[in-house]
């Protein structure tokens, strides 16, 4: 293959291209005498690897220009892994290395030429070395980062709760609780015949599976945290009625609580529940 930069023998040092990704790292090694390609894991025992192909590549224990594209969490842990051996380290933007591949006319997208090409850059660009972070700035940005994804997490229950809403049958549509359960299929079926045949039949496959669905996980965390409502399940379980009658039984109260709510506008007390 031919390579659009200057070559490994022009070059003062060894270069590493590593094409990262979450669980593996794609990798070529250019020396004076060869281009060496391989893959490792992407984690500590990978790393070692790594250490143990160099070594057997005879590349000098330091001073090997490794570079990658800063891909956030998954190039972060092997580029201060780099840069603590003692290895020059470029995290490259990854727009940048893009736009070279296609000025050198590489069409074709694989792991393996994704390291050859990375490879190529550093060969041709002799990008900035970088620098890790001091541990206070790491610090901050891994609280930075993390509020983002709470953030993230808190909008996506905002939006399951909303569409909790949006199931679930009205004041207006329905005047009373027990017809808004009944939309959600949480009423039980009971079946008389004659003077004799007295028997509940459980739930039915009828109403809204949508809010079923929606207010299962709800109805768990009650029965574990709501104290009027862990009560409720209590006197249930005492009096012998399964798991997952209770948490039906639950979800319905749940139904109630909300209709409620909705019809009186109320501030929800918990001790009413």
């Known amino acids: 293959m031919n390579y659009l930069c ?23 090694l250019r020396t004076k005498e060869r281009k060496v390609r391989f893959d490792f894991a992407n984690n500590a025992k990978g790393f070692a690897q790594l250490a143990r192909v160099l070594d057997q590549q005879g590349a000098p224990k330091i001073w090997i220009w490794a570079g990658l594209e ?13 840069h603590a ?12 290395v893009k736009q070279y591949a296609q000025s050198a006319g590489r069409r074709n997208k694989t792991d393996l030429l994704d390291a050859a090409i990375i490879a190529d850059f550093v060969c041709a660009m002799k990008p900035a070395p970088w ?10 940005q891994a609280l930075v980062r993390r509020r983002e994804e709470l953030s993230v997490m808190l909008q996506a229950e905002k939006n399951r ?17 027990r ?9 039980p079926r009971r079946e008389q015949s004659g003077s004799s045949v007295r028997r509940n039949r459980g739930l039915g496959r009828e109403g809204n599976r949508y809010l079923r669905k929606a207010l299962y996980m709800p109805a768990l965390v009650a029965i574990k945290y709501n104290a009027p409502l862990s009560h409720f399940a209590s006197r249930l379980r005492s009096a012998g009625k399964p798991k997952m009658s209770i948490v039906c ?13 909705l019809k009186h506008q109320p501030p929800l007390n918990p001790s009413l529940a």
Do not use: C
Request: aromatic share 4%; glycine share 8%.
């Open 161 to 177: 709760l909303e569409g909790l809403l949006a199931e679930m049958a009205r004041p207006g549509q329905v005047e009373r609780a």
């Open 6 to 28: 200057i070559s490994a023998e022009q070059f003062v040092l060894p270069v590493l291209g590593l094409d990262v990704a979450k669980a593996s790292v794609q990798a070529e």
């Open 131 to 140: 620098q890790p972070p001091t541990l206070e700035v790491a610090q901050l």
């Open 249 to 261: 039984a639950v979800m319905r109260k749940l139904i109630h609580i909300a209709f409620g709510v």
């Open 85 to 96: 051996q003692g290895h020059r380290v470029s995290l490259l933007n990854p727009r940048r």
């Open 70 to 82: 800063a891909s956030g969490a998954y190039s972060q842990a092997l580029a201060l892994w780099l």
């Open 179 to 187: 017809q808004a359960a009944a939309h959600a299929g949480l009423v």
